[in-house]
């Protein structure tokens, strides 16, 4: 059993690659691109979930796993329920921050930016895209807010079945939220905690910046 004497001890070290600024990519987006490939080549099992980090109109951070359904020059999409806690307070304030961690692969990537609502017709593509059940499920989950029991919720499911049956359509509080990044960090982990950090960040041209960071 897991005590704090345990827990204290347990470390091990870094040692499967380096990270050079010759190394990597001038474009953050390529960079990313050849680090996610990595990670989905690699086996590593859901490569593309993130955590989300949002913030509050109280000032207080929240955090949970999405997945990471597109990306490119135009953004880093994920999709949700916009009246979810995550839906809500993106809403309000737009500034959220992805963070990836691979294990295996000793590195972590952090995403900074803004987020907006992705187009309809993208949200629509996406939805239309999922399994049935998933977009049963979309209908039948008000996400984020307190339900009765779990028979509640089967019951809105045997509801929406019932209402739509194969032909789901999407739901209008559902759809993308698409980040552009002003920061990424990318991060690999060395020998005695002496990691490479890599932040690239925009000038006031628009250009990307690389700077090291210390560990
Ligand atoms: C691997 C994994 C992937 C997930 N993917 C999504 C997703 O793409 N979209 C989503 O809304 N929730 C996803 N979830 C559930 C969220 O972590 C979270 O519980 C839910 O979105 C409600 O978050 P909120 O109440 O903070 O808004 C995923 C959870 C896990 C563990």
Known sequence: ????????SLRHDFDRAGLRETDVNADPVEQFR????????GGIKDANAMTVSTVGADGRPSARV?????FGAEGFTFFTNYSSRKGRELEANPFAEF????PDLERQV???GSVAKASRELSEEYFLSRPLESRIGAWASEQSSEIASR??????????RDKFGEDVPLPDNWGGFTMTPDRFEFWQGRKSRLHDRLLYSLDGQGHWQIARLSP
């Open 1 to 8: 059993m897991v005590d704090n004497t345990k827990l204290a």
């Open 34 to 41: 050849t680090w996610l490939d990595a990670a989905i080549n």
């Open 66 to 70: 999405v997945l990471l359904k597109y």
């Open 99 to 102: 963070h990836f961690f691979w």
């Open 110 to 112: 952090s995403i900074a």
């Open 151 to 160: 028979k509640t919720l089967d019951e809105r499911v045997e509801f929406y």
